[in-house]
């Protein structure tokens, strides 16, 4: 992705990679943890209002526990529940 940035930036000020003005000029939530060396930009808040304006959830697919594939779009017009779960 190619992202212009506006003039007086400081994104690359001294060498040094400014995640958090990225984030800034992308309006998009930034989340960090310095400690596992771990970061996150998020979904703009323009494109969340979007899509929950839509109502529409997203489609993907998901393998039951006999490996057969189930798409969600498969199932609009009815109630559909889901449980996730992680080890971790």
Known sequence: MCVPLPAGSRLGEGGVFDLGEVAATLDRPLALDAEAGAAFVGVSAGERAQALGSLI????????????????????????????????
């Open 57 to 88: 959830a997203p489609d993907f697919t998901l393998s039951d526990l006999a490996g057969r594939p189930h798409m969600l779009s498969s199932y609009r017009g009815r109630k559909v529940f889901m449980v996730a779960w992680a080890s971790w």
